[in-house]
Every structure is written in C-alpha cells, then in structure tokens.
C-alpha cells in the first residue's frame, strides 16, 4: 500500500506530467501517468499537444486558441509523441498543427489526436466582454468534489468495479468545487446548465511558474466537467455506467492571463444533444469576475444497452 500523496507532490506531478521532452527537431514526448488506469484522460493529451506547440515558437507570441479533434482514446501508462507542423510564421501571428501518436499494436504510431493552435503577440486594441461572471456560491462555502466522490464509491459498493473505484477515489492534483450537482452526483433530470469552480491543489512555484504552464493547466482542466453538462436533463451519468460516451473534438480561446492555483470558476452549458452526441460550452472567470478563456466541445453520448 503505498502512500498518500501530499498536495505539493500532486501539483508537482502535475507538471511533470505536463512538461514535455524535446527528442528531436519539432518532436516531443510527452510523459505518462504514473498510476494510469485504461483510456488516458483527453485533458493531458491537449495540454501536452499544446506544451510542444508552445515550445516551437520561440518569440513573445502567446497561445491565444486551439482547436483539436480526439481520433482515438489513447492508453494510459504509455508515452505520447508530439510532431509539429510549422504552418505559419508571420509579424503579429503564428500557427502549429500537432499530432499525438502512441505506440499501435504493429508497432507502428497510430495518431490519437490532431490539435491546431494560433500564437500572437500581445497587444492593447479594443476591449468589450458581454458574458458577466454568474452570481454563485464562494468556493470556500462548498465541498471539496472529492468528498462527494468517497460518498459515491460508499453509495455504489461492490456495483462498482475495482477499476472504477480506484479512478474515482485517485487522489486529483486538480480540486474541484461545483455549485451544483454534476452528471454523476444525481439522478434527476435538471437543466443542462453547472457552475464549477477549480484550482490546483497547491501553489506554482520556481522555474513551473510560467504563464505556458498555466495556460496548459487550463486547457487540462477544461475537460472536466464539461461533456457531462449535455448529460444532465437525461439524469444519466457515465460514472454510474449509464451511459457510453467520448469526447470528439474540444476547442479553447484564451483571453487573458489567469493563474490555475487561484480559483477559477467553470461556467458551463449545453444548448443541444442529439444524433449521438452532446454540444457543450464553457465559460472560465477569475475571482475578480473576467472571463478568462471560453471552451467548446462535442461528444459522443450513446446510452448504455444492457446485455
């Protein structure tokens, strides 16, 4: 049985996990997680993709928005390659197209994600937001989402699998605090409309304090929470395997700079489901109520036939 780690070792895994490795020109490796359980989480291989987009461009031009497509799940406990197409270099912007491959069963790379992401130079021009922060509760009012989390695992006892128990129950780098009762946490159909608010669970420090990193913090963080949205008028979740579902493609456009190890709240919506599938947007708002970057995403969402 091995420890528990503390909140710093979390967070320090976390930018492991999210620092790639140069191997050769425009290819990067991205490392595995450590104690990964079956279909490595799409959050980490956006982050990544975007962590060798970023270390392509080497002048002050920042990412401000990427655009990626999920061509398979990939596994987790295995290394990512990151190739890097350098498909535009001008004065004011710059564009990178990523693939993440894996290892296939032939020994061949297999392409588990296709990411595009656009860099420009900072600049003051003109400035409107019509999107206020909702009026919610104050994280420090809620619980912790893994509090929830151990209620579930004692709720659903041995229907769950063990699988299933050590992903939910793993401890997280990344805290949430929702507002209001996610896919997982109610069976009642509700409109599809969850406030979240997020941090990671320790403080950024030395070198890993860079606005890339935290940009990569944020696009990793945008994918919780948010395909379950379109879940929440059917009062099915695929936590209590109710339902089948992936997420197909996930689009992010930062707005300004913003820090993931002070709370952030994770505004989201999902206007349609249907043929399949369920379309969900997100909004990301700092404690002083900017909105700090805006996300979207498509999944597959199939209920679940019993045998």
């Known amino acids: ?40 989480f799409g959050g980490q291989v956006l982050a990544q993709a975007l962590q060798a987009a970023q270390g392509s461009v080497a002048d002050a031009k ?56 656009s860099f420009q130079l900072p600049e003051e021009c003109l400035e409107h937001i019509d999107s206020p922060m909702p009026d919610v509760a104050a994280p420090d009012t809620l619980r912790p989402d ?5 209620e579930l695992a004692e709720a659903l006892g041995d229907r769950m699998s063990e699988q299933q128990r050590r992903f939910l129950l793993r401890p997280r780098p990344v805290e949430i605090r929702t507002t209001d009762a996610l896919h997982w946490m109610s069976r009642e159909p ?22 890339e990193l ?6 990793y963080a945008s994918d919780y929470t948010l395909l379950g949205t379109s879940a929440l008028p059917h009062g099915l979740s695929w936590m209590r395997g109710e339902l089948v579902g992936a997420s197909l493609d ?46 979207a995403q498509e999944g597959m969402m199939r209920k679940r036939v019993k045998a």
Not at 4 to 32: C, F, I, Q, S
Not at 146 to 150: P, V, Y
Not at 267 to 293: H, K, M, Q, Y
């Open 214 to 219: 935290h940009r990569a913090i944020i696009t």
């Open 190 to 211: 509700r409109a599809p409309r969850a406030h979240s608010w997020f941090r990671v669970v320790a403080p950024i420090t030395g070198a890993a304090d860079t606005p």
């Open 250 to 295: 996930h689009a992010l456009w930062f707005h300004r700079e913003a820090r993931p190890d002070e709370w952030l709240l994770y505004a989201t919506d999902a206007p349609w489901s249907g043929g399949g599938r369920g379309f969900n947007r997100g909004r990301i708002f700092n404690l002083a109520g900017e909105l700090v970057a805006s996300v």
């Open 146 to 150: 893994m509090d929830q989390r151990r």
């Open 62 to 117: 920042a990412a401000h928005s990427l655009h990626a497509y999920f061509l398979r799940g990939g596994r987790e406990g295995a290394p990512i390659e990151y190739r890097i197409a350098r498909d535009f270099d001008g004065r004011s912007f710059a564009n990178r197209r990523v693939v993440a491959s894996q290892e296939g069963e032939d020994g061949m790379p297999v392409p588990i994600l296709n990411l595009t992401a």
């Open 1 to 40: 049985m091995t420890d528990t780690p503390t909140n710093a070792e979390l967070v320090a895994g976390l930018v492991r996990l999210l620092t790639v490795e140069k191997r050769a020109a425009d290819v990067y490796a991205g490392a595995a997680q450590t104690d990964g359980i079956g279909r490595v």
